[in-house]
Structure formats: structure tokens, C-alpha cells
């Protein structure tokens, strides 16, 4: 049974920086696309960040430039490195396999998220 365990999320002022961490078991990690997510109350699910298996990356345009994702296959672990915070980044961070090209989440088992608030 897939799980994702995300941790690292918090509250920071404007221009602040956060990472972002998941821990995930129950998949054969390092053969998938790894992608963190975010969904604002009332919005959909969203890509934010993607890793492929091959470890090229890519970004949604909103995040493009202040977020780095990674990936450490020994310890099944994503991260996402978060600078220059927004406002608008505020809301809950997931992470899940992603599907190539549509980043649609490959599991439909989501860990429990990781709230991150921008603020002053």
C-alpha cells in the first residue's frame, strides 16, 4: 500500500523560505515521477513541481524561479525548496507519483499534506 508522509510546512513573512519534505513507502520509488501538489480551498488539485525518474525537473509558471524539487531515491524522499514566498503560495502541500505529461497524480491514496502560510 503506497503512502506519503509530507512534513517541513509552516508559517512564514513574504519572502521567506521553507522545505518542504515526503517520505514515501509502498512504491517502487525511483522508477516514478515525483510531483508536490497544492490545492487552495475551493480551487483543484494543482502540479507545482515535478521530478522525473531521470531527475530532469520542471514547474508550474506560477512557482517557476523561486522553487527547486528534488529527489533522493536512497530514502524515497522528495523535497521542495521554497523561496521568495507569496501569499498566494498559502494552502496545503502534497506530494504523489506523477503522471507523464499530465501530472495527473498516479495514486489516489494522498498523505495527510503540510500546511504552508505566507503571511506577515
Known amino acids: ?13 513574504p519572502g521567506g523560505s521553507l522545505r518542504l519534505s515526503c517520505a514515501a ?5 525511483r522508477i516514478y515521477d ?3 501538489y497544492r490545492q ?11 521530478v522525473r525518474a531521470n531527475n530532469s525537473t520542471n514547474y508550474a509558471d506560477s512557482v517557476k ?10 530514502k524515497n ?7 521568495n514566498l507569496k ?6 502541500y502534497y506530494c504523489n507519483a506523477a ?5 495527473r497524480a498516479v495514486f489516489d491514496e494522498w498523505g495527510q499534506g503540510t500546511q504552508v502560510t505566507v503571511s506577515s
Open 87 to 92: 501569499p498566494e503560495d498559502t494552502t496545503v
Open 99 to 103: 503522471s507523464w505529461p499530465s501530472g
Open 40 to 50: 487552495a480551498p475551493g480551487k483543484q488539485r494543482e502540479l507545482v513541481a515535478r
Open 25 to 29: 513507502s509502498g512504491i517502487i520509488f
Open 77 to 83: 524522499a522528495v523535497y521542495l525548496q521554497m523561496n
Open 1 to 13: 500500500q503506497e503512502k506519503f508522509v509530507e512534513s517541513g510546512g509552516g508559517l512564514v513573512q
Open 65 to 74: 524561479g523561486r522553487f527547486t524539487i528534488s529527489r533522493e531515491n536512497a
Open 34 to 36: 515525483m510531483g508536490w
